[in-house]
């Protein structure tokens, strides 16, 4: 018993540093949600440091050197987060993250949120345990959801989705967030659409590597390439409820809509479209 109290304290100290910094981190203004990672590229420089070592190297010296390699490897992994959210702009939470998010566990569900906006949230913590969106709430949501789900595989980064989001689970803030998963009452249009955008992330090259090349932002219309590898994939998204007619420069004669297996002739070097209310094309 006394062992495993001993070790306790061992390992909650760390724990507990690291968290103190976080406090502090969170008090000045930053939010830095790498902390883990922090911590596990202060232990491998840590670790590098004592198999490089000779091994008649003086203890303390060892233990001076083992620390300061720790505190140099972390220190220039929380860098990179330096850099790039302050050099280039870029989110805190994100770059922290290097994952791409639609929703979490530290927000409503994005179901939730996409269907019943711009409807003010039921004011009580009761009214909103107990709410549950309408069918036409859910239709919303559902359509908007797998609009954003294009976005979320096609875009740069690790596309990552909260359980239960690919099958249609519904709630507001923390606890009603976090429901069991909903076996046998899964959102069919949702699984298929999760499903679709998994094997194509997996199958095509230019959505895992492939470089970013803007093509539209205005109002609810988002269109953007992505090109690598001898192929491109060019993704449009309409989150606004009103069809919207587009034009996007592609090369080849036809293009195709890899959601709906729709053909698209292309004229003078672009692909001329309309986009429906709360949907998105994939072109390959």
């Known amino acids: 018993m ?8 061992i390992f909650a100290s760390v724990l507990i540093l690291v ?10 203004g930053v939010i830095n949600i790498g902390l ?24 303390f010296l060892m233990i001076v ?3 300061l390699a720790s505190v140099l490897a972390g220190t220039a992994f929380s860098l990179l987060l330096a850099v790039a959210a302050i050099n280039f702009k870029a989110d805190q939470t994100i770059v922290g993250t290097a994952m791409n998010m639609l ?8 179901l939730t949120m996409l269907g019943t906006c711009p409807k003010e949230a039921p004011a009580t913590r009761t009214e909103r345990a107990h709410y549950r969106m309408s069918p036409e709430e859910r ?9 954003g789900a294009v976005l979320l595989y096609a875009f740069p980064g690790s596309p990552t989705v909260f359980y239960g989001d690919e099958a249609g689970m519904e709630g507001f803030e923390d ?24 094997r194509l992330r997996r199958e095509r090259l230019s959505l895992q590597t492939g470089d970013l090349r803007w093509l539209h932002a205005q109002g609810p219309v988002l269109a953007f390439a992505r090109d690598g590898e001898g192929e491109t994939t060019v993704a449009a998204v309409n989150a606004g409820p009103e069809a ?17 297996e729709q053909r698209f002739l292309a004229a003078d070097g672009v692909v001329r479209l309309t986009l429906p209310p709360w949907d998105a094309v994939l072109l390959i």
Not at 103 to 110: E, K, N, Q, S
């Open 244 to 260: 919207v007619r587009l034009d996007l420069p592609w090369s080849a004669p036809l293009a195709v809509d890899a959601l709906t």
């Open 103 to 110: 929703g979490t566990h530290d927000t409503p569900r994005v």
């Open 139 to 147: 239709d919303k949501g559902s359509r908007l959801l797998q609009a």
């Open 175 to 198: 606890p009603f967030n976090r429901g069991t998963y909903p076996w046998g009452r899964e959102d069919p249009a949702l699984q298929r659409r999760f499903t679709l955008l998994g």
């Open 19 to 28: 968290a103190l910094g976080g406090c502090f981190a969170e008090h000045s």
């Open 36 to 59: 883990e990672g922090i911590m596990v590229m202060g232990a491998l420089g840590g670790a590098l440091m004592m198999k490089y070592l000779s091994a008649d190297t003086n203890s």
């Open 2 to 9: 006394l062992l495993l109290i001993q070790y306790t304290l």
């Open 65 to 67: 050197l083992v620390v």
